[in-house]
């Protein structure tokens, strides 16, 4: 049945490379000069003409002062969103990121011509993942975690370290050989009066040493999931060949940018310094991250297809609690960023998970 509310005539859709299409088409005489009336209005309150008011100017006058082709213009950009939309819905495209578009016909009392490009989310065919998964992980399962003596020894020694006394140490005159010399000469003595010193949970040296060696333990266990989910990440992104459109590798390299400038700015160094100091320009490290940022985005759209495939979602109560979580250390974040994001870290992690019971 023909939709009677249809903004577009008709239209041809033609494959672009690096996942980007291009859309060509027209709309209809008799839609897109109904939107006379409001570019007139818009223009109308965006022009100041003496004597009359911003809102209040009459269209021969509006006109006389800014030409037929303004108000034209104006029609058509009212008319290309609508047309637009509906063209992405009703043929079903992932479109992402902002569309660019060429009016290439604007003459009154004809259609109204268009050529618009815009970036799709990639087709991809996903490898055998779960074959993978179990492949890395039996890898993984052939390194044993040991804790050593050596390890909760270097631990202690740290700890003894952080409460050494600084006093009669110029540390600004010393080099580092000398710093360490000093650092060694005032440790604390390790004994039962010291551990207990460092919090109610350590009773003894003997105490303080099984603990120690379990914290290592668990830290090592966290080290050898992460390099295996690394590998994991790594050996699925070998297995797609993938042409990722420019709009996901630089929303990447904006992530990432906006995270670094973070992280040296909590140093108490403004990025601009930082710069300075590294002799580099934004555009120089972002050229940097680029090989970085690609592998990131193409990792995504992989976990995101496995989660589809699988049927993985984080539930809402998950959901809703890691956005308060977020919003609690970044006040000023948008919500509706924060879901974004929390759906996807959830996602992740819970792909993640399926993943790791992956069996051949």
């Known amino acids: 049945m023909e939709n009677k509310n249809k903004t577009y005539g008709e239209i041809a859709i033609k494959k672009l490379d690096k996942s980007q299409i291009e859309i060509t088409g027209s709309v209809p005489c008799e839609i897109w000069e109904k939107y006379r009336e409001n570019a007139v209005k818009n223009l109308s309150e965006n022009i100041s003409i003496d004597g009359f008011r911003k809102g209040m100017i009459p269209e021969n006058v509006l006109i006389s002062k800014i030409g037929e082709m303004a108000i034209l213009d104006g029609m058509a950009e009212l008319a290309i969103s609508p047309a637009y939309v509906s063209i992405i819905i009703d043929n079903k495209i992932d479109a992402i990121g902002k569309p660019s ?39 993984a399962g052939k390194e044993k975690i040991e804790v050593s003596d050596k390890d909760v020894e270097d631990a202690i020694l740290e700890v003894r370290k952080s409460r050494a006394s600084h006093e009669g140490h110029d540390h600004e005159k010393m080099t580092p050989e000398e710093h360490e010399k000093a650092i060694l000469d005032s440790l604390p003595e390790f004994n039962d009066e010291f551990v207990r010193g460092l919090g109610a949970d350590f009773k003894s040296v003997d105490d303080f040493k099984i603990k120690v060696r379990e914290m290592i333990g668990e830290n090592k266990k966290r080290e050898a999931k992460e390099k295996m989910r690394i590998r994991i990440s790594d050996a699925l992104v070998d297995a797609i060949k993938l042409e990722l459109p420019d709009v996901l590798v630089e929303s990447e390299l904006n992530r990432t940018e906006a995270q670094f400038k973070d992280d040296v700015e909590r140093m ?13 320009t934004i555009e120089d490290v972002r050229k940097e991250w ?8 193409k990792l995504q759209l992989i976990l995101n297809a496995i989660a589809a495939k699988e049927k993985i979602s984080p539930d809402n109560n998950e959901i809703e609690a890691e956005i308060k979580h977020i919003m609690q250390h970044y006040k000023d974040a948008k919500e509706e960023s924060v879901r974004v994001y929390a759906e996807t870290i959830l996602s992740n992690e819970k792909v993640y998970q399926f993943l790791e019971q992956a069996k051949n």
């Open 101 to 139: 578009v060429q009016i290439t016909k604007l003459a009154k009392g004809n259609p109204l011509e268009f050529r618009i490009v815009t970036a799709i989310i990639p087709e991809l065919t996903l490898p055998e993942y779960k074959d993978i998964a179990s492949k890395e992980i039996a890898k």
């Open 268 to 280: 108490g160094v403004k990025m601009d310094d930082y710069l300075k100091h590294a002799k580099k």
């Open 290 to 297: 680029r090989p970085y940022a690609e592998k990131k985005a």
